[in-house]
């Protein structure tokens, strides 16, 4: 697919690159201070009855719309992979409205329903909600039918009020299996009759991290020549693993579907705080309505290397603030509204120009699968003047890469130039500098840095804010 340009935007940003050139920071990483997680979360109301359960029941997805996902996903520079459809209630499942919620009073004076939504074979469920009356202290917890018994994700009523889409839907945290159940819960003094819930429609899954990843080919199994970041810790020591702790498999909606990239982490100048910056693509997330809909997984790497299997990982579902993206460059920076989880890394980075023919690394999660890392080169004569070009000498690309971090390394450890855009290689090509298909083209961290540099980089004349979006109080 050719690449279109925009020459006067493209000169515009080289001119703001010149003028920062002299002064383009770099930045090394550093582990998260967060602490440890608490014990896992479990359901308020433990184990409640079937019958005061209200269950909203999809039929069997179309095989069309199926096909028509694998399709799309041929497609690959520029474009995100999709992996869930979004179904609409009214269509396709029991209608727009809701069962009425059995609440069942607590002995503290709190109420709390379980609901249950039901999409046939899927292998994860998002539902987009539009509720209201919710107190800020109320809670929603989230798990998933191949897990009963765990709850994956917590939020207070507070936070859905900043995680709606264009059409103001809550989308749920992704949950595993064919089944999700939600649990709500009212604080003391809360009345259930001022809350009202709708839910229009949902997002039928077909990948998850506990059967083999997929549903179709292609999707959470990328091709055999990936390398798994754990085969190569042992040998690449504590630099590359603490880099690879750095990077996300990310999940969004958008346009009827869900759908997958990559991004990284990174640190910025100011020592005493750990903003969650998370760097990706344009193509991923464009707009401030698709970032609060951001799910990110932690630590979503293979048990130990070929293993096929993965460890246990941390998911974050509250979202993220749009800071900056560039449709030219294909740059994106966001705040995770969430802390960082313990155990993972700040990203260093570098804002300088990339030396010509350097040795480049790419970490990422191909096809949503567990964490891949691959190795190759920086290719000046076919990279421009907003795009790095690549080309791989182990490993390669796939849909769900997009937005992955492209690494140089030295003796004080991993630095991001750039994140992925796209390309056409493939494991048939990869191994050869000299085949043409075997190439990447990713943003240019050095050209979008004069617009990052407010967050990563910054002159401090307003609150500072540490582990997280709240601004700390100053004198």
């Not at 080289?14 to 440890?36: D, F, I, N, W, Y």
């Not at 982490?265 to 969650?276: A, Y």
Request: hydrophobic share 40%; charged share 15%.
């Amino acid at each position: 697919m050719p690449i279109v340009r925009t020459t006067m935007l493209a000169c515009c940003l080289l001119a703001g690159t010149a003028t920062a050139a002299a002064q383009a920071p770099r930045v090394a990483g550093e582990p998260s201070r967060s602490p440890a997680m608490k014990s896992a979360e479990t359901w308020r109301g433990g184990d409640v009855p079937a019958a005061v359960i209200a269950r909203m029941r999809y039929g069997e997805m179309s095989a069309r719309r199926i096909l028509k996902l694998q399709q799309d996903n041929e497609a690959r520079i520029g474009k995100p992979l999709q992996i869930g459809i979004v179904r609409d209630a009214a269509t396709e499942g029991p209608g727009g409205a809701v069962p009425a919620l059995h609440w069942i009073a607590q002995a503290d004076g709190s109420h709390l329903a379980r609901l249950e939504f039901v999409s046939p074979l899927a292998y994860g469920i998002r539902a987009g909600l539009r509720i209201e009356g919710l107190p800020a202290a109320a809670e929603l917890r989230f798990g998933g039918s191949l897990r009963p018994d765990a709850v994956v994700a917590t939020l207070r009523g507070a936070q859905l009020r900043t995680l709606v889409d264009a059409d103001g839907l809550f989308w749920t945290p992704g949950t595993d299996g064919e089944k999700q159940s939600m649990e709500l819960w009212l604080p003391p003094g809360a009345s259930p009759a001022g809350v009202t819930l709708q839910a229009p429609r949902l997002s039928h899954l077909m990948t998850n991290a506990l059967e083999d990843f997929k549903i179709l080919e292609k999707i959470g199994e990328s091709g055999s020549c990936n390398i798994d970041v754990a085969c190569r810790v042992g040998t690449l020591g504590p630099s590359f693993a603490n880099a690879g702790t750095a990077v996300a498999r990310m999940t969004f909606v958008k346009e009827g579907g869900t759908y997958l990239c990559t991004g990284t982490l990174l640190n910025d100048t100011d020592n005493s705080s750990q903003v969650p910056w998370f760097h990706t693509a344009n193509h991923c997330i464009p707009s401030q309505v698709i970032a609060s809909t951001l799910n990110t997984y932690w630590k979503y790497d293979a048990t130990a290397c070929s293993s096929g299997i993965v460890g246990n990982y941390v998911l974050l579902s509250g979202g993220a603030d749009y800071l900056y993206s560039n449709e030219d460059t294909d740059g994106a920076l966001l705040r995770l509204r969430d802390s960082a989880p313990a155990g993972v890394y700040f990203a260093g980075w570098d804002a300088g120009a990339l030396p010509s023919s350097t040795a480049v690394t790419a970490i990422h999660h191909p096809a949503g699968d567990v964490k891949k890392v691959s190795f190759g080169q920086h290719l000046p004569a076919r990279s421009d003047d907003v795009n790095h070009a690549a080309g791989w000498l182990e490993g390669t690309t796939e849909g769900g890469s997009s937005g992955s971090g492209l690494f140089t390394v030295d003796a004080s450890g991993y630095y991001l130039r750039g994140g992925l855009y796209g390309g056409n290689a493939t494991c048939s090509n990869s191994g050869s500098l000299s085949n043409t298909d075997n190439i990447d083209w990713y943003s240019r961290f050095d050209v979008d840095f004069p617009n990052f540099r407010q967050y990563l980089a910054p002159v401090f004349s307003e609150p500072r804010r540490r582990n997280g979006s709240h601004p700390l109080a100053t004198p």
